[in-house]
């Protein structure tokens, strides 16, 4: 994959079974934007446009990036993201031929899909103490979006934490005319999110029994009905984590798991792991401390 400086284009692996407690966002995104991608013909057929923006708000780490990522992928789509602040300060001069380059090598991919993080930086509001060079940014961004003439088959996608922040000019017939809120996850999508993250870590619990009157430890795989009950358990307490918390809390206790069998791996001789040790590792309850 060719890495461009500013447009990151990758061909993202995220999917829709990646994303967790978003079933009505997900819902949304498939209607707005990979509809339109795959089946351009059916707005064409009404006479209608479909459209050419859509913004996604909310707070940091709810997962914007993630669903521009599994909208594209699933919908077949190449990918351009490029990111507000960055293409303000890192292409000094540069930044409108950089966003016209941009919106070009989209059209050429098509379907493709821009998407925008923090659009917010290069489009505030005029009122707002706005420097030239991001006034002259959302000009071009808006000539370019209202000449975008690809029929549904180029779709921007920003992304905001502060969608009231934004040049009202945005916000038009046209432009990015569809909103979709991703807000922090309550207890049930907290869930669903922990279920995601916890998909190929092999939780477990440690019990000790006594052997020829010896004591001895051993790491035992939680049952589906524990693991559920663990998962239920975490949402509880995690109330305000978004879904990027939850992701390194996930991470956090794997480490407390390594953690534990690390005085037993430095005490090896041998350079491979024995299978013993390996089967050891296993994330349980008291590493989500
Ligand atoms: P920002 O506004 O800071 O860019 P964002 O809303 O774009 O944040 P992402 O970058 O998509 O958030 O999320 C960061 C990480 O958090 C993801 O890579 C993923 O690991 C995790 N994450 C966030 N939301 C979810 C979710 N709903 N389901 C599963 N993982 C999630």
Redesign the pocket.
């Known amino acids: 994959i060719e890495i461009k400086p500013g447009g990151v284009q990758e061909i993202p692996e995220?999917t829709y079974e990646?994303?967790?407690?978003?079933k009505d966002v997900i819902q949304k995104v498939r209607e707005l934007v990979e509809l339109p991608l795959r089946h351009p013909e059916i707005f064409e057929r009404l006479g209608i446009e479909p459209p050419k923006g859509v913004l996604?708000y909310?707070?940091?780490?709810?997962?914007?990036?993630?669903?521009?990522?599994a909208v594209a992928n699933e919908s077949g789509a190449y990918f351009i993201s490029i990111n507000g602040p960055e293409i303000v300060s890192k292409y000094v001069g540069e930044s409108e031929a950089k966003l016209r380059e941009i919106f070009e090598e989209a059209q050429k991919n098509a379907p493709a899909i821009i998407f925008i993080?923090?659009i917010d930086a290069i489009a505030p509001k005029r009122d707002e103490a706005v420097g030239e060079v991001e006034r002259r940014l959302v000009a071009q961004l808006l000539t370019l979006m209202d000449g975008l003439k690809s029929r549904g088959k180029v779709i921007v996608i920003a992304?905001?934490?502060r969608p009231n922040a934004l040049d009202p000019a945005l916000r038009r017939p046209g432009r990015f005319d569809r909103e979709i809120e991703?807000p922090v996850?309550n207890e049930e999508?907290r869930y669903?999110?922990l279920k995601?993250?916890t998909r190929r870590v092999p939780l477990g619990k440690r019990v000790v029994e006594k052997v020829d009157g010896k004591t001895v430890e051993k790491y035992v795989p939680l049952t589906k009905e524990e693991k559920e009950q663990l998962l239920r358990k975490l949402a509880a307490m995690t109330h305000g984590f978004?879904?990027?918390?939850?992701?390194?809390l996930v991470k956090e206790a794997a480490m407390n798991a390594i953690r534990r069998v690390i005085p037993d791996i430095l005490a090896l001789k041998e350079e491979k792991l024995p299978k013993e040790l390996l089967e050891k590792l296993m994330v349980t309850e008291e590493d989500f401390k």
């Not at 990646?18 to 978003?22: A, F, P, T």
């Not at 909310?58 to 990522?69: D, R, S, V």
């Not at 978004?242 to 390194?248: E, I, R």
């Open positions: 995220v990646d994303i967790g407690g978003m996604l909310g707070p940091p780490g709810t997962g914007k990036t993630l669903l521009a990522k993080d923090e992304a905001t934490n991703v996850p999508a669903e999110i995601v993250h978004v879904g990027a918390d939850l992701a390194a």
